[in-house]
Antibody, heavy 115, light 112 residues
Framework: QVQLVQSGAEVKKPGASVKVSCKPS????????ISWVRQAPGQGLEWMGW????????NYAQRFQGRVTMTTDTSTSTVYMELRSLSSDDTAVYYC????????WGQGTLVTVSS | DLVMTQSPLSLPVTLGQPVSISCRSS???????????LNWFQQRPGQSPRRLIY???NRDSGVPDRFSGSGSGTDFTLKISRVEAEDVGVYYC?????????FGQGTKLEIK
């Protein structure tokens, strides 16, 4: 069955960067894109962007442009989301999900930004 | 960006009763291929979101048939025919027709 396993919780200082990984299994890695969604404490879901493991194409939400980079490593079938210049507003659970239709979700990675 | 508006935002309900959640988009969600990419998600407390419905009315595998989706164009509805205790959580609509993808604000379903 399809599973997405994400990396563990992170604590970062303001201004730092974080890189979250997502490792899908149960299907051919390059067959489907991966979307990233975040959820601040007590808030709703916010779509951040999407990457195609097939050709590396990306589509980022405007508000994250210039601050986020999504990459893939086909040798390890892993997708990464890096967010730079962190502030307290970036404290959230970050999720990866399959395709642009978000069929399956990872367990989430809590990123805490605190001085 | 396309705006998705859900109502109500809070939904207290009695077990066994039906409920409806509305989701309206600021523009048509019909894609050039003729399909409408409107999905519904359930997020139970402390869990990752789970997709329930895709392309307006198609239930995902394992989703009970008391959940149904309907609508077209800009106006969509999620219905639960008889609410059960396990349905407590927050429900989100999301459009996957246009970039960037956008979610509704979420509707919190609770048992009275």
């Amino acid at each position: 069955q399809v599973q997405l396993v994400q990396s563990g919780a992170e604590v970062k200082k303001p201004g730092a960067s974080v890189k979250v990984s997502c490792k899908p299994s149960g299907y051919s890695f390059t067959s489907y894109g991966i979307s990233w969604v975040r959820q601040a404490p007590g808030q709703g879901l916010e779509w951040m962007g999407w990457i195609s493991p097939y050709d590396g194409n990306t589509n980022y939400a405007q508000r994250f442009q210039g601050r986020v980079t999504m990459t893939t490593d086909t040798s390890t079938s892993t997708v990464y989301m890096e967010l730079r210049s962190l502030s307290s507003d970036d404290t959230a659970v970050y999720y990866c999900a399959t395709s642009g239709q978000l069929d399956y979700w990872g367990q989430g990675t809590l990123v805490t930004v605190s001085s | 960006d396309l705006v998705m508006t859900q109502s109500p935002l809070s939904l207290p309900v009695t077990l066994g009763q039906p409920v409806s959640i509305s989701c309206r988009s600021s523009q048509s969600l019909v894609y050039s291929d003729g399909d409408t990419y409107l999905n519904w998600f359930q997020q139970r407390p402390g869990q990752s979101p789970r997709r329930l419905i895709y392309k307006v009315s198609n239930r995902d595998s394992g989703v009970p048939d008391r959940f149904s989706g309907s609508g077209s164009g800009t106006d969509f509805t999620l219905k639960i025919s008889r609410v059960e205790a396990e349905d407590v959580g927050v429900y989100y609509c999301m459009q996957a027709t246009h970039w960037p993808r956008t979610f509704g604000q979420g509707t919190k379903l609770e048992i009275k």
